[in-house]
Every structure is written in C-alpha cells, then in structure tokens.
C-alpha cells in the first residue's frame, strides 16, 4: 500500500501563466516548480483533471509498470497497444519505441482526493540537462480488445495532435484543435533524472464510465514543438502507472494543503516557486 503521495505541498494561492507566440496563445499548466499540484476545471473531454509534479526520488524496478515509450527529436507522439505496431492512416509508425503495452482499466490505481476517484497516470521524461518539455495532447480511449487508431491529425503550429479509433469511446480529452487560447499546454521538468515521476495525471474516475477492470485503456501523447514551446531533445519519455493496480492508496492532501489553478474564461500567471531539489520516496 501506498503511503505518503504527495509531501510538502505548496499552500501559495497560484497563479497561472500564459504563453503566447506569433502561431499560438495558450493557457500554460507550469508544473515545473517542486511539489506543485494544478486542478483544471476547464471544459475538456472528462472534465476536472489534475497535474502535479513530486519528486518522488528513484522508483526503482517493481514500483512502476510502464506500459509506453516514445521518442523523437522536437515533437512526438505515440499511443501504447500490444499489437505490431501503432500506426497511422498513412501506414507509418509513430514514435513509440519496443515495449509498448496493452493496458487495462484494473491495472490503473485509483487515488481519492478530496473524497473524489481519479485513476493516477505516471509521466518520466528525458531531456537534456534536466531540462523542460511541452506536453500539447493527452487522449484517453476504452475499448474491449486492443486495436491501432483510424485517424491522426498531426500537431502543426496552429493544430493539436488528434488521434481516433474506431469504436473506442473517448474518456479523456486534453485538447480540441485548433489551438486557442484556450488549449492548454503543460510544463513538465525532467529535473528527477530517468526511473522517476516527473508528472502524475489523475483522471476522474467517473470519466470511464461502466468500463471494468477488463476493459484496454489507450493513452495516446504528444510532446514537443509543433505545437508547444518546449521540444523533446533527449532519450524517451515513458508513460507507466504504480504496480498494485485498482486497490485505493491513501487519500492525498485534501484542498487546504494544495495550490489549485483553475482555468476556464481567463488566463491567469502561474509564479514559479524556489526549487527544492531533496528527493522523496515513495512508501509502500
């Protein structure tokens, strides 16, 4: 059993920045400071999410199950599938590299927050010097067997990545296309050096809807630029969730003890806090 996810929360009122270039104004999600959480409200596909940054120290082998890799210089993309493979309507492959899983709805913890469940996604990433990356698309599918996508429309300047499949239901959404100031783009630092969460996602459980612990998931990302501000430069970026699968952990801090960002119909400016680079550990 899990112990203590989240330490040291910063309890500042946050504020959220906005990054805007000649090809795209959008609302940035700055996870780069240590401990920080963000609540978005904003209307996505599945509703309220949360990004947060942890430095959680190394994770070591048999605390993490990834279950996608991918990598490519400037802007990536992949989804996770068992089948040779995941290509596009063009026949070519993405960026995913060997090891990409099947992945099912059971083998996704559920984490309680504020009396609330969210299935926790685990995000580490490579990039030089610790530095940062742009995560532009985030979508999430259930569907009974495992399959390759339909459709894919690449990220460009003025586009997000968009990705289909055939008979899959969409639970998860991050952004639509084309890019606004409403899309969001989430800042992620490399800082806690490979094996280790650099970002969690947590995605309303509700989102999935009658899917059981049988059901496949796919998550299909996109990194870099197009569209976002901060490319990938390094090794790969692995997509994993905690071994143990859907038996609740501990509930996290309630709202007293987090910074939340909400977006919506303003652009606010996310202040970056003084780095705290002791590690942390992850109980079990």
Known sequence: MIGKLLKGVATAAAILAIGQTTARATTKLDITPTNTIITNSANVTGGTFIVASTYT?????????????????????????????????????????????????????????????????????????????????????????????TSLVDATPTTEAIIGFTGATEVFKLNNSPV??????????????????????????SAFGAATNSTNVILFSQFGKPPGTDESNSGFEEWAVREGGSTPPPAVPEPGTIALALTGLGTLGFGRLRRNRRKQTIEV
């Not at 010097?129 to 996508?149: C, E, P, Y």
């Open 180 to 205: 606004t100031s409403a899309s969001l783009e989430v800042l992620i630092d490399s800082g806690n050096g490979s094996g280790s969460g650099d970002m969690y996602l947590y995605v309303l459980n």
């Open 57 to 149: 120290g190394n994770s070591g082998t048999g605390n993490l199950d990834p279950f996608l890799q991918l990598q490519m210089n400037g802007a990536e993309r992949a989804y996770n599938t068992a089948l040779n493979g995941s290509t596009n309507p063009n026949g070519g492959n993405l960026d995913e590299k060997p090891g990409s899983t099947a992945l099912t709805l059971g083998n996704i913890p559920v984490v309680t927050i504020s009396g609330v469940q969210y299935r926790e996604f685990i995000l580490d990433i490579n990039q030089v010097g610790n530095g940062i990356i742009s995560l532009n698309q985030v979508q999430i599918f259930t569907h009974t067997g495992d399959m390759k996508a």
